[in-house]
């Protein structure tokens, strides 16, 4: 794809880790509403990317970089001549991080003085697969942004990073207020929660401290069409598990859903409107599982769909009205189903021979309120 000229009078961000399940829908929609897109993604000539350049307006208005959050250099390229930073690469892995060598690692702590919470989590997997990409990522493209004299930075975080807080008033709504508790979340070991929750209370201290407008959004469990159909990503594989069934078991606790679509919507909104250091929370109000598998089984009666589910004494209420109040207006929770079951029928994804399991992050323990 040819650079774009540098003198292009069109407003130019940058979205990491473009061809994700969410980035590849932001890139979509920030060329639909006349943006000059630099996307970074580490593999540029992996085919599985190749679908960013069919995306309508590619060919003039987005450029692809090769970057790893985890090399800085990589980093500066990309976000040369842009006025925003949407940071949405960020692991989100399918199975469970192992630690095989908790207890080594503890030992060659035991002579520093000052520990961040990535030295207090295991150097093993745990460490290399989610809690450095994405808190040292945060960490690198946050002074790549200051390097190359960006504006705007847009965090991607998570719903886990606001409901794992045992501490939390009981029947109180949460908003955005609620913070994880990171100890809880090490000592339950629910390394994707402790991740997002250090990444994001990073991003909106740096913010603060290094005059960068920082704003973050908390999207739910994001379901959606697939604008590539090479590879599910780790939520849209809980969905093809729930329609198709297999060995795992599921609790019936409440999810909160949104469409990928909303998702960028709200972070375009969250781009043009927002003011400095402000945190939304991102979801529709919250379903059992049993309910969505009620709607989806009247939807599509003829998938066999996960029967094994244990009822669990938990629910937790949160409001997206931050976001609401700011003009965001979700679809409904029906269009987001069947757009994604025809999105993954389209790409042979629920095909009754290719085996199926639940990604283990969906069987991470409840929290006891
Ligand atoms: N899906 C959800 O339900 C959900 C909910 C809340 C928040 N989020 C957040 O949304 C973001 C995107 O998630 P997604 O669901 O769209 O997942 P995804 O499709 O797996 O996207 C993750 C992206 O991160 C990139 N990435 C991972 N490590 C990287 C590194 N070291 N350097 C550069 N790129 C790296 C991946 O690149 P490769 O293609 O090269 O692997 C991929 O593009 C994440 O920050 C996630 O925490 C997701």
């Known amino acids: 794809m040819e650079p774009l000229p540098s003198s292009s009078p069109l407003p130019r961000v940058c979205v990491t880790g473009g061809g994700g399940f969410i980035a590849s829908w932001l890139v979509k929609l920030l060329l639909s509403r006349g943006y000059a897109v630099h996307a970074t993604v580490r593999d540029p000539c992996d085919p599985k990317n190749a679908f960013l350049k069919q995306l309508d307006g590619a060919q003039e208005n987005l450029r692809l970089f090769k970057a790893n959050m985890l090399d800085y250099d990589t980093l500066t390229a990309p976000f040369a001549g842009c006025e925003g930073v949407f940071h949405v690469a960020s692991p989100v892995p399918e199975g469970k991080l192992v630690d095989p060598e908790a207890s080594a690692s503890s030992i060659l702590l035991l002579g520093k003085t000052c520990l961040t919470v990535t030295d207090l989590v295991p150097h093993t997997t745990v460490q290399k697969e989610m809690m450095t990409p994405t808190i040292e990522g945060t960490r690198n493209v946050l002074k790549a942004c200051s390097a190359m004299n960006v504006k705007k930075f847009i965090q991607v975080s998570s719903v886990a990073a606001a409901v794992y807080n045992p501490g939390w008033p009981q029947g109180k709504v949460r908003d955005e207020s609620s913070w994880s508790d990171k100890e809880f979340c090490r000592e339950n070991e629910i390394w994707y929660a402790l991740a997002k929750t250090e990444a994001e209370e990073i991003a909106l201290e740096y913010g603060k401290k290094n005059g960068l407008q920082v704003i973050s959004l908390c999207p739910g469990v994001v379901f959606g069409p697939l604008l590539q159909h090479m590879v599910l990503n780790t939520t849209s594989k809980v969905l093809v598990y729930i329609i198709k069934g297999g060995p795992d078991t599921m609790t019936n606790k409440s999810w909160p859903i949104v469409d990928v679509r ?46 094994k589910i244990v009822d669990a004494d938990y629910r937790i209420e949160m409001t997206s009205h931050r976001l609401k109040n700011l003009g965001w207006k979700p679809r409904k929770l029906e269009e987001t189903l069947a757009h994604s079951v025809e999105s993954y029928e389209e790409a042979g994804f629920l095909q009754v021979s290719e085996p199926c399991r639940l990604p283990f992050l969906f069987l991470v323990p409840t929290v006891q309120e």
């Open 262 to 307: 909303d998702v960028a919507d709200a972070l375009l909104l969250l781009y043009n409107k927002a003011g400095s250091s402000e945190r939304y929370l991102c979801s529709l109000d919250l379903l059992d599982m049993k309910d969505l598998l009620e709607i989806l089984k009247n939807m599509y009666p003829n998938y066999s769909y996960a029967d």
